[in-house]
């Protein structure tokens, strides 16, 4: 009739680890004259002492309680008095007493494990998105962590950037538009919200219980959702702690992110001034020519954000001296790279020709390279000087390049007007070919924009008419010293202001 | 710099006011691209209000005029105050672009 326990009982788990204790009190039974002693379970023995059955006789029961509820039964055979039972009924309550602490311990040690467990995932979840550069595999490797984290049957993730960054894990819960739909009301409100199936709204998808949003913030400010879901349960308190404690993370590791993003952007613009810079001085003739004839001075200063000014020079025996000056519109890298372009074509131009006039060469410079100005929206104002030495002649073709200022010795500065549209604005180029005499005292200064474009910190700009005071008054000084007076005068002009552009001059007076 | 818009017999104007710089450009930029992709594109720029104008402004505009004459049709250019229209002088863009002194007058060059 009583057989041996085969269901899990609450008390399996004690009478296994403490049987050597039940054994004790069950031995003092069965020494003071007892014929058995043993706990019963509905009908089923957990433990009996001896082990044989015993059939037919009388007995004394007690029940045992764990947190108020019978759980067994004490039983003892061979007596059944008064002081029996009350001694049973001592037994009883130490042994489910016993048992009670046991559990209690059991259960702490589990609750201990788990919160363990929960710690190295939040550790995991850490390592795991801070070895993700990009947004998007940080994101997955969140939804990825916490649906293993916190139990639920889907997980999903939603930034509010320009576009928005979703993940879902391990299939889609609900279409994009939903996710984002419920995630702007997370993101509005800024609070947590909790969505149970019996909730009437649309968004809910098919089969699911329960969906807890729970919003990610960066610095106060929430920047996107994580979206749980399960399909039998409710979220509870501490599903929604552990939640809340992921989300931080998770918002600090993306804050970590955004800056190294952040940083990321500001080095590569950095590396990009800096190579355009390179490339800009680089190309500049490191030395200055030695022309019969003429006293020549360059300089160029670049702005913080380089633009595409460039000059230089080609000398060849027996051929006239060749200076070119020009101004790519645009900044940083791209004009750079164009200013190389443009400066490399003038001087194979140049040479691809028997005493190609100003005017063969920027126009054949201006066939090759229309379409890539078009391409890049950009152009090109090109100044091509070339000195005859013998004739005393400089000839000269403008394509759209100012300041060029021509003062002839003792008389006053004037601009040499630009005669045709700059590279790369029409198909072909417009520019003539031009001739003045330069005798000795005679001054060209060749400028770019970044000069008369100076301004100062009332915003007023330094203008042409300066420019050419300014040359009229230092053309019967060196070359040099009338470059070093315009750069100091510029300089001077606009203290205090960051330079905006460029600027690049060429010098030439005749000695 | 502002730019307020209209169309007048299939001809898009486009009028600025202020600056006219890099800042600025954009909008125009913008604006220019979407008026060029019919064709015949028919542009006028009406500059009557802008005091200034950098090689990023010149630039947008010179981008929009090719793009205009791709598509069968020319940008021009009306209403330069002195200090702007000698922008265009010194840079010769004043050879490329087709100049009125107007916005009737740019309107009659069109049709």
New interface residues.
């Given amino acids: 009739m009583i057989a041996a326990a085969e269901t899990v009982h609450p008390l399996k788990d004690f009478l296994t680890s403490n049987r050597k204790t039940v054994s004790v009190i069950a031995q003092t039974w069965l020494d003071s004259g007892a014929t058995a002693f043993g706990i019963s379970s509905d009908g089923m023995w957990l433990a009996l002492w001896p082990e044989t059955p015993v059939t037919g006789e009388q007995g004394a029961h007690s029940s045992v309680r764990l947190n108020n509820q019978i759980v067994a039964d004490l039983w003892v055979f061979g007596f059944n008095d008064a002081s029996t039972r009350c001694r049973l009924d001592a037994d009883a309550l130490v042994i489910g007493n016993l048992a009670g602490q046991e559990i209690e311990l059991n259960n702490a040690t589990y609750e201990l494990i788990e919160a363990q467990d929960q710690l190295l995932a939040l550790y995991d979840l850490t390592q795991s998105m801070r070895n993700r550069l990009s947004i998007d595999e940080a994101l997955t490797s969140l939804v990825r962590e916490v649906g293993r984290l916190v139990k639920s049957n889907a997980c999903s993730a939603y930034l509010a950037f320009d576009p928005p960054v979703i993940a879902q894990y391990p299939q889609p819960m609900m279409s994009a538009s939903a996710l984002q739909h419920m995630a702007e009301q997370v993101i509005d409100s800024g609070t947590r919200l909790v969505v149970n199936s019996g909730v009437p709204v649309d968004y809910m998808p098919v089969g699911m219980t329960t969906i807890l949003l729970e919003p990610i913030r960066v610095d106060d400010h929430v920047i996107g959702v994580l979206c749980l879901q399960r399909v039998q349960d409710t979220f509870k308190s501490p599903d929604l702690k552990l939640t809340r404690a992921v989300c931080d993370q998770a918002g600090a590791q993306f804050e970590n992110l955004l800056l190294y993003r952040e940083s990321l952007v500001q080095t590569r613009i950095q590396t990009e001034m800096e190579l355009a810079k390179t490339v800009q001085t680089h190309l500049l003739p490191q030395r200055l020519p030695n022309v019969a004839g003429l006293d020549v001075a360059a300089g160029a200063l670049p702005a913080l954000q380089v633009g595409g000014d460039f000059y230089d020079f080609m000398e060849q025996p027996g051929e006239p001296f060749i200076l070119t000056v020009g101004?790519i519109?645009?900044k940083g890298m791209p004009a750079a790279m164009l200013m190389a372009m443009t400066r490399t074509l003038l001087r194979s131009k140049t040479r691809s020709f028997v005493r190609p006039s100003p005017v063969d060469i920027l126009g054949s410079v201006n066939d090759e390279m229309y379409d890539d100005f078009?391409e890049l929206?950009?152009?090109a104002?090109v100044f091509v000087g070339q000195y005859d030495h013998a004739e005393k002649v400089l000839y000269y073709a403008?394509?759209?390049?100012?300041?060029v200022i021509f003062c002839p010795a003792g008389g006053e500065a004037t601009?040499l007007?630009?005669?045709?549209?700059?590279l790369?604005?029409?198909p072909n180029s417009?520019c003539e070919n031009q001739a003045i005499y330069f005798n000795p005292g005679d001054v060209l200064v060749a400028a770019t924009?970044g000069f008369n474009?100076a301004g100062n910190s009332q915003g007023e700009m330094f203008g042409y008419e300066r420019l050419l005071e300014l040359v009229t008054n230092t053309a019967h000084t060196p070359a040099q010293t009338i470059m070093d007076t315009l750069f100091q005068t510029i300089a001077q002009f606009s203290a205090g202001r960051a330079q905006d552009d460029d600027q690049t001059v060429v010098v030439i007076k005749g000695v | 710099m502002e730019l307020s818009t209209k169309t007048t017999n299939h001809i898009a104007i486009g009028e600025m006011q202020g600056r006219f710089d890099a800042l600025e450009a954009s909008k125009l930029s913008t604006w220019l691209d979407s008026v060029s992709a019919q064709s015949p594109a028919q542009v006028i720029i009406n500059m009557s209000g802008v005091t200034f104008v950098?090689?990023?402004a010149?630039?947008?505009l010179?981008?929009g005029m090719?793009r205009c004459r791709q598509q069968n049709g020319d940008l021009v250019i009306c209403g330069l105050q002195k200090q702007v229209k000698v922008i265009f002088?010194?840079?010769?863009?004043d050879?490329?672009f087709s100049i009125h002194p107007d916005e009737a007058t740019a309107l009659r060059a069109l049709t």
């Avoid at chain 1, 007007?417 to 700059?422: C, S, T, V, W, Y």
């Fill in positions: 101004d519109t645009g078009t929206s950009m152009f104002t403008n394509a759209g390049h100012s300041p601009l007007e630009a005669d045709g549209a700059p790369g604005v029409l417009t924009d474009e | 950098d090689s990023t010149l630039s947008t010179v981008k090719k002088e010194l840079t010769r863009l050879k490329a």
